[in-house]
Every structure is written in structure tokens, then in C-alpha cells.
């Protein structure tokens, strides 16, 4: 049976903790979507579909690719910024030359909705939403 150790103190390596309802040191404290921050992308999806996106570029099929783009979100007279919204990827779609401003999803949060309508309105552009891949296989026989 595993030690629990007493409030106060970090589960995973024990260190003493300012906070004495913490559980979790700044180390060990897992993300509220479970999603693992992978080099400079919020989650290692979000790391997978760049990959993708740069074999696109290579290919030639898109160009111009971007990451985290900023869209402050300004309203009323006088101007309030009342958020920074920012999209995962930007690229030029070579077919077609149109900007594709694409947003890498596994959870779709009321917040999200919410700017997601703000942009669009604001900026006049339409969010292409992405999903990982999921990784379930079922044995039907």
C-alpha cells in the first residue's frame, strides 16, 4: 500500500508546500485537460498536427505557416481589449490562396465558443477546427 503523505505536501516527490491544501508541487501539478505541454505547443496533438502542417509546407500545398497568431479582442467606443485570442496555426492554402486560420481542439470549452464568435465577428474570418486522432481500437469478434 503506498504512503500517503500528509496535507502540504507534494504526492509525487513530498517537498513541503507553501500552500497547505495543495497537493501538487509546481512540478508535478497536472494540467486541468490532462494535456501535456510538448517544446513550444500546448498539447503533444498540437505538436503532431505541426509536423503535419510542415509536411504540407514542404509539399507545397500550403505556405506561410504561423504559429500562435494573436487577435486582440477590442470592442466599444472607446476601445477596450477585453482578451487576446490565439490561433494555433495560420498558412496560406497554395490552391486556393486563401488564409486558413486553424485552431487545434481535443476539448471545446463555453470560453472557447464565446471568443470563437468574437473573432469572427471582429476579424471577419472563419476558424477551421482540428481534432486529434484518437487511438481507440475495439476487437468486435
Avoid at 7 to 17: A, P, W
Avoid at 57 to 71: D, E, H, K, R
Amino acid at each position: 500500500m503506498p504512503i500517503r503523505l500528509p496535507r502540504g505536501h507534494c504526492q509525487q516527490c513530498g517537498l513541503k508546500l507553501d500552500n497547505p491544501k495543495a497537493k501538487w508541487c509546481d512540478l508535478h501539478r497536472k494540467n486541468k485537460y490532462r494535456s501535456q505541454k510538448t517544446g513550444a505547443f500546448h498539447s503533444k496533438s498540437e505538436a503532431r498536427r505541426y509536423t503535419e502542417l510542415v509536411a504540407l509546407q514542404q509539399a507545397g500545398f500550403i505556405s506561410n505557416l504561423q504559429t500562435q497568431v494573436a487577435y486582440p479582442l477590442v470592442v466599444g467606443n472607446p476601445p477596450v481589449q477585453i482578451a487576446t485570442w490565439f490561433a494555433d496555426f495560420v498558412y496560406v492554402d497554395t490552391a486556393t490562396g486563401n488564409v486558413v486560420v486553424e485552431d487545434h481542439k481535443g476539448f471545446v470549452t463555453p470560453v472557447y465558443r464565446l471568443k470563437k464568435k468574437l473573432v469572427q465577428a471582429l476579424y471577419g474570418i472563419k476558424i477551421t477546427e482540428t481534432r486529434p486522432h484518437k487511438k481507440r481500437f475495439r476487437d468486435w469478434n
